[in-house]
């Protein structure tokens, strides 16, 4: 194979935008509700041990720490009888986990957009998400635990699909993906067109991966970080699909293609040794 590519490299520890921060927490506390809820329907008898112990993992990651939710509006989400209102004491310290993680330096939750650098959102998003697949190993298994999690990413995508489900362009999926993460600053990548309608990326560095390289489990890290958006992706497009053959959690760098599948069934990945010499020119 022998095809041009681009490749970019500006990473920045410190790299952010602005965000509607209200908006995400409000996802990732529905995100948390739609897997008690999955418990509850395919697994009900785990349901009380499950929580009891994602609460216990929760306030170790607290390590003593109070946070006066209050102090930055998240009190408003506290108080909202439609995010896991049968779980409010998994809710609080799930927002204290926020307030650990993102300084909100006198910023209070609102619905306007502010500056936050990736590292800080990133963080308490994938730290929640990973402390839940870690009590589901924990009760049934490692095998076990990471296949109801994988079934649960299914059910979840087709909630999405509920309210998503739309078709987009490949030309304007790849401008778009392409364009982020050359401007933010927070990936090192190169990009190959390997067809019409299928576009490579391959990632040296990646803000994700920096936000949860540390964590002891890095195959957890993987189900809490990257495997996710593949699956979630085709519930929400019509007709694009993505698919990896390794990431940064477990190898040096990560494939990433994407196609379109109105013109591609299931294109062949290009082979890691053609990735691999995809350096900075």
Known sequence: MTLGYEYYGKYDD???DKINLEVHIRDWLQEMELMLDYIEINLPEILVPFTKQVVSRYKVELDGKSFVLSDVGLDRLENDQSLLSNYSHLKDLALAMIMRYIPF???????EEVYIRWLDFLRP????RYHRI??????MGREPGIKFFK??????????AKKLKGTHSYEHVRENRVKTWKEGNAMEFAIVDVSEAAFLGKFDKCISHESMKHVEDQELAYYSVCYPAPRLLEYAH??????????????DFCDELRWDRNVHDEPEQPSLEFSRKLVPK
């Open 14 to 16: 410190n790299a952010g």
């Open 105 to 111: 330096k006198g910023y209070s939750l609102s619905s």
């Open 125 to 128: 998003k994938y730290r929640l």
């Open 134 to 139: 870690t009590v589901l190993v924990d009760i």
């Open 151 to 160: 079934d649960f990413v299914e059910f979840w995508g087709e909630e999405i």
């Open 238 to 251: 019509e007709n694009i699909s993505m698919r990896r053959t390794q990431t940064l959690f477990t190898a």
